[in-house]
């Protein structure tokens, strides 16, 4: 395979203006929009070079997925479990099609020029998956194709450095991951795995045979009113899921859960794992402070209290990607009360809860095994 190489959009005003890197070069399979000096490096990844890739296998099938794409009733197309699918199995592994910055500073991009340029780069087959997929938008908001884009897209941090503070913050479109609709209660979590340069869903509990596959698209961590805004301006829908579908007294308590999670800590447990949570755990166990979860003036055996109540919320609520920063959290707790053999065990459950939303590949669940491995063995 002939090195990728960066080409200027027509009107590109210089190097911090928008380039795309078709790869690979014959018939592209993914295009990425960015800088100059960032698609230059990107085409410089070893990635690209890989057996798999070179000898064309940029998606590839499985013959038996456990899943199918098929309409369903009131939301368009979306994912179906085809069988019965075990918690922290991986459902789907795929690389984006497109992948552009989500910084980046381009005037032509809400009008649809930079998009539109870029798919026309691709394989006729990748640039027709992705019209294929839904446009939430009307024209008179977005053109068609920023408009799949911004009804579709996932944030990703990209980098061939395993380090995440050498990432690229960037939204990718995928031709199968893309189906996948809202819930506010999600049985998959999504996350973006460098050293294959794929996105992944785990099932975050078991899943039924019939059972629609469904992700979270904005905040869970707010009441129903602020879900259902949120949706509407993002993506243009009102959620009609378990949840959301809630009324009176059983609506008043769900609010309660998830705004008593959100208070738990700035920021909140938003978006599942994250890594921020293991240095606090690396803090403890040398010996220093830990900030309370809830605030200032709250001491650690108060907040271990209440993260343990959001432990219980977060299962009521079905929000189970957030439980696996808490389970660390109280384990960096209990480390700072000197409690070390509860705190293994709170560790444990996290490494285990990292492991069931990302994978035991990823780079979180390799970092805390090291950390784990480290300090309690």
């Not at 798999?52 to 197309?77: D, Q």
């Not at 709170?346 to 480290?374: H, P, T």
Request: proline letters at 6%.
């Amino acid at each position: 395979m002939s090195p990728p190489t960066p080409v200027a959009h027509d009107s590109a005003q210089g190097p911090e203006s928008a380039h795309f890197l078709p790869i690979p070069s014959t018939k592209p399979q993914i295009v990425f929009v960015d800088t100059l000096e960032n698609t230059q490096n990107i085409a410089k990844w070893d990635l690209w070079s890989s057996p798999a890739l070179s000898s064309g296998e940029w998606h590839p099938s499985r013959t038996s997925p456990p899943f199918e794409v098929r309409s369903i009733e009131n939301k368009g197309m979306g994912m179906v479990a085809s069988r019965a699918i075990k918690a922290g199995e991986l459902v789907i592994s795929e690389m984006p099609t497109f992948v552009i910055r989500g910084t980046l500073e381009e005037p032509d991009l809400k009008q649809g020029i930079i998009h539109s340029a870029a798919w026309d780069l691709l394989a006729p087959e990748r640039r027709e998956a992705l019209l294929s997929l839904a446009n939430s938008f009307a024209p008179e908001d977005q053109a068609h194709v920023p408009g799949t884009h911004s009804t579709n897209w996932y944030h990703s941090s990209i980098t061939e450095r395993v380090e995440p503070d050498h990432a690229l913050d960037v939204h990718s479109l995928y031709e199968t991951l893309s189906r996948a609709n809202h819930t506010c209660s999600p049985n998959v979590q999504y996350s973006f795995h460098w050293d294959i340069f794929s996105g992944q869903f785990h099932a975050l509990r078991d899943i039924e045979a019939g059972e629609e596959i469904s992700i979270q698209y904005w905040a869970l961590l707010v009441d129903w009113e602020e879900r259902q805004k949120d949706l509407v301006d993002h993506f243009r829908f009102s959620c009609t899921c378990g949840p959301c579908s809630l009324t009176g007294e059983a609506r008043a308590q769900s609010d309660k859960r998830r705004t008593f999670l959100s208070d738990l800590a700035d920021p909140p447990f938003e978006y599942g794992f994250s890594a921020a949570v293991l240095e606090d755990l690396r803090r403890a166990l040398n010996g220093d402070t830990v900030p309370s979860i809830s605030g200032e003036g709250t001491s650690p055996e108060e907040t271990l209290a209440k993260v343990k109540q959001g432990l219980q919320y977060a299962e009521e609520e079905n929000i189970l990607a957030h439980i696996p920063r808490m389970q660390l959290w109280s384990a960096a707790l209990l480390v700072q009360l000197g409690r070390k053999e509860e705190a293994k065990e709170w560790a444990l459950k996290g490494r285990d809860g990292i492991i069931r939303v990302e994978g035991d590949d990823s780079y979180n669940a390799k970092y805390f095994a090291k950390v784990v491995r480290d300090a309690f063995e």
